[in-house]
């Protein structure tokens, strides 16, 4: 079965930085374009980035454009967000998918940005 393990977030202030992780099993993780999303308290899911399957294109919200890397290792099959100049509103819960799939998620990870 398809799995996502998300882990790297934590407390972090203003203008600082995290690195996310999402391991992937259970399908053939190269084959596939992977996205980023976050949900903050009260407020529905929405994509953070996305990443085609061998990493050679990447997209971004304009929220994050400039601030936030998504990349990729097909061979760990592991999906990353490097994050960095952290605002209080990049505060959420970040989780991974296989692009557009929406059937079930991993645990995410939170993220909270506070002084």
């Known amino acids: 079965q398809v799995q996502f393990v998300e882990s790297g977030g934590g407390l972090v202030q203003p203008g600082g930085s995290l690195t996310l992780s999402c391991a992937a099993s259970?399908?053939?993780?190269?084959?596939?374009?992977m996205s980023w999303y976050r949900q903050a308290p009260g407020k529905e899911r929405e994509l953070v980035a996305g990443?085609?399957?061998?990493?050679?294109?990447?997209n971004y919200a304009s929220s994050v454009k400039g601030r936030f890397t998504i990349s990729r290792d097909n061979v760990q099959k592991i999906l990353y967000l490097q994050m960095n100049l952290l605002k209080a509103e990049d505060t959420a819960v970040y989780y991974c998918?296989?692009?557009?799939?929406?059937?079930?998620w991993g645990q995410g990870t939170q993220v909270t940005v506070s002084a």
């Open positions: 998918n296989i692009n557009g799939r929406r059937d079930s």
């Open positions: 259970g399908f053939t993780f190269s084959f596939y374009d």
């Open positions: 990443i085609t399957s061998a990493g050679g294109h990447t």
